[in-house]
């Protein structure tokens, strides 16, 4: 059985910075491309990031271009994104989810999903 668990959120002040971090089980994680996904309050369910399953390429969402980075040690079985200069839009549910075989944007090509970890962000 397939599990994800992400940690790494809370609360806290614009400009601040966070790192989260997934860890999963039951899969062979270094076949699977890794994605982060978040769901605003009242909004659907967007892409955040991604790394191929090598972890040399990488993929980001305009909005946190140059704010993000996405990283994996295949040796741990765990994803991480460090956010830089948060802001209160970046508030939302952060997911990871695993891929076999696409690398990408779509949420519909991502088939593990964790339950997710809350960031809130005050100004």
């Known amino acids: 059985q397939v599990h994800m668990v992400e940690s790494g959120g809370g609360t806290v002040q614009a400009g601040d910075s966070l790192t989260l971090s997934c860890v999963s089980s039951g899969l062979a994680f270094h076949n699977y491309a890794m994605g982060w996904f978040r769901q605003p309050p009242g909004k659907e369910r967007e892409f955040v990031a991604a790394v191929e399953w090598s972890g040399f390429n990488t993929l980001y969402n305009p909005f946190v271009e140059g704010r993000a980075s996405i990283s994996r040690d295949n040796t741990k079985s765990t994803v991480w994104l460090r956010m830089n200069n948060l802001q209160p839009d970046d508030t939302a549910v952060y997911y990871c989810?695993?891929?076999?075989?696409?690398?990408?944007?779509?949420?519909?090509?991502?088939?593990?999903w964790g339950q997710g970890t809350q960031v809130t962000v005050s100004s």
């Open positions: 989810a695993a891929s076999r075989g696409h690398f990408g944007s779509n949420v519909r090509e991502y088939y593990y």
